[in-house]
C-alpha cells in the first residue's frame, strides 16, 4: 500500500535561518507531489507541483523552493526564513489517473 | 479555473444527517467534484468523489444535480467525531491538481 512520510511533525526556527523539510511516498511510482501551506484559521495555498523527477512548478513567488531529486521525494527549503513563512506545510501525493490526493501529517512551522 | 462556495459553518446535533453544499457555476466538462475531510492539525482526508448524480460509498453521498453547478455532501447520523472542516473542489481531471484550490472549506460543529 501506499503511505507518504513528512517530517519534522513541528519546527520553531528563527527569522533568517534556513529551512528543509521532506516528504516521501512509498508504494508508488511517477506520482504527482504538492507541497501546501496554510495559515491559521484558512484554507490550503498550493505552493509548489511536481509531475516528474526536477519538474517544479511554482504558484505563488515567495521565498520559498522546491525540489525533487527523486521520484518519491520532495523537498521544501528557504535559504532565510521570514516570520510570515510560518504555517502549516502539507505535502500530498496523487497518481497520474487517480484525482483523489493524499495528504502527509503535516509540519507547523514557527518562525520566531 | 473553477471556483467553489461552500458555507463557511454549520452546527448540528448528534445523530442528525448533515448537508454542506457547494456552488461552482463555472464547473468545466472535464472536472470532477471531490471532498476532504480536516481535523486540526492534520491532513485533508478523501471522503468522495463524483462526476454527475449521485455517489454514496461507507462514509458519505454527494448529490449532483444535472447542470453540475452545485454539489451537496451528506453526512447521515453525525456523530462528535465528524466535527472537522470539509472542503470541497472542483477539477483534477487527467490526475492533476495543478490548479485545483482549497477555500477555507466549511466549518462543521457536531453538538452533543
Known amino acids: 500500500s501506499q503511505t507518504i512520510h513528512q517530517w519534522p511533525a513541528t519546527l520553531v526556527q528563527p527569522v533568517g535561518s534556513p529551512l528543509s523539510l521532506e516528504c516521501t511516498v512509498e508504494?508508488?511510482?511517477?506520482?504527482?507531489l504538492y507541497w501546501y501551506r496554510q495559515a491559521a484559521g484558512r484554507g490550503l495555498q498550493l505552493l509548489f507541483y511536481?509531475?516528474?523527477?526536477?519538474?517544479i512548478s511554482s504558484e505563488v513567488p515567495q521565498n520559498l523552493s522546491a525540489s525533487r531529486p527523486q521520484d518519491r521525494q520532495f523537498i521544501l527549503s528557504s535559504k532565510k526564513l521570514l516570520l510570515s513563512d510560518s504555517g502549516f506545510y502539507l505535502c500530498?501525493?496523487?497518481?497520474?489517473?487517480?484525482?483523489?490526493?493524499?495528504f502527509g501529517q503535516g509540519t507547523r512551522l514557527t518562525v520566531v | 479555473l473553477a471556483k467553489t462556495t461552500q458555507p463557511i459553518s454549520m452546527d448540528s446535533y448528534e445523530g442528525q444527517e448533515v448537508n454542506i453544499t457547494c456552488s461552482h457555476n463555472?464547473?468545466?466538462?472535464?472536472?470532477?467534484i471531490t471532498w476532504y475531510q480536516q481535523f486540526p492539525s492534520q491532513g485533508p482526508r478523501f471522503i468522495i468523489q463524483?462526476?454527475?448524480t449521485k455517489v454514496t460509498n461507507e462514509v458519505a453521498s454527494l448529490f449532483i444535480p444535472a447542470d453540475r453547478k452545485s454539489s451537496t455532501l451528506s453526512l447521515p447520523r453525525v456523530s462528535l467525531s465528524d466535527t472537522a472542516v470539509y472542503y470541497c473542489?472542483?477539477?483534477?481531471?487527467?490526475?492533476?491538481?495543478?490548479?485545483?484550490?482549497f477555500g477555507i472549506g466549511t466549518k462543521l460543529q457536531v453538538i452533543p
Open positions: 500530498a501525493w496523487q497518481g497520474q489517473l487517480n484525482t483523489e490526493a493524499f
Open positions: 508504494g508508488t511510482s511517477n506520482p504527482n
Open positions: 511536481s509531475v516528474g523527477i526536477g519538474q
Open positions: 463555472n464547473i468545466a466538462t472535464n472536472d470532477y
Open positions: 463524483g462526476y454527475k
Open positions: 473542489l472542483v477539477g483534477g481531471y487527467s490526475g492533476g491538481y495543478q490548479k485545483v484550490t
